[in-house]
């Protein structure tokens, strides 16, 4: 419970002060947490979070070094099983919040 409290306290802090902060420095970890098709928590009612789930996402996977190769690794697995268990309607729709280079890198990982 602490754990998550943490990344979601990190989560604000670089969504509410990102001008303030170095993000490349706040986002080194060694890992992120899973989020599981069953917990309807952390994507929120009728998959309502997911779009800035996959926007912080985006972000890393297309920014410089924010993340160890581990990290994105793990991050992109979890995208691809979310592109494959969601409808394709709800993907699409998710995608679409994205600036269109992080659309076209997204896309380019999740198809390799």
């Given at each position: 419970?602490?754990?998550?409290?943490?990344v979601?306290?990190?989560?604000?802090?670089?969504?509410?002060?990102?001008?303030?902060?170095?993000?490349?420095?706040?986002?080194?970890?060694?890992?992120?947490?899973?989020?599981?098709?069953?917990?309807?928590?952390?994507?929120?009612p009728?998959?309502?979070?997911?779009?800035?789930?996959?926007?912080?996402?985006?972000?890393?996977?297309?920014?410089?070094?924010?993340?160890?190769?581990?990290?994105?690794?793990?991050?992109?697995?979890?995208?691809?099983?979310?592109?494959?268990?969601?409808?394709?309607?709800?993907?699409?729709?998710?995608?679409?919040?994205?600036h269109?280079?992080?659309?076209?890198?997204?896309?380019?990982?999740?198809?390799?």
């Amino acid at each position: 419970m602490a754990y998550d409290n943490a990344v979601s306290a990190l989560g604000k802090i670089c969504q509410f002060h990102r001008d303030s902060i170095d993000s490349a420095q706040v986002l080194r970890m060694n890992s992120l947490p899973y989020i599981y098709r069953s917990d309807r928590e952390i994507l929120g009612p009728n998959n309502q979070f997911l779009p800035k789930i996959v926007s912080v996402f985006a972000e890393v996977l297309c920014g410089k070094d924010l993340a160890t190769d581990k990290t994105l690794g793990r991050m992109a697995n979890l995208l691809r099983h979310l592109q494959q268990t969601l409808p394709p309607a709800t993907w699409a729709s998710t995608l679409s919040v994205l600036h269109p280079q992080q659309q076209m890198t997204l896309q380019s990982i999740l198809s390799s």
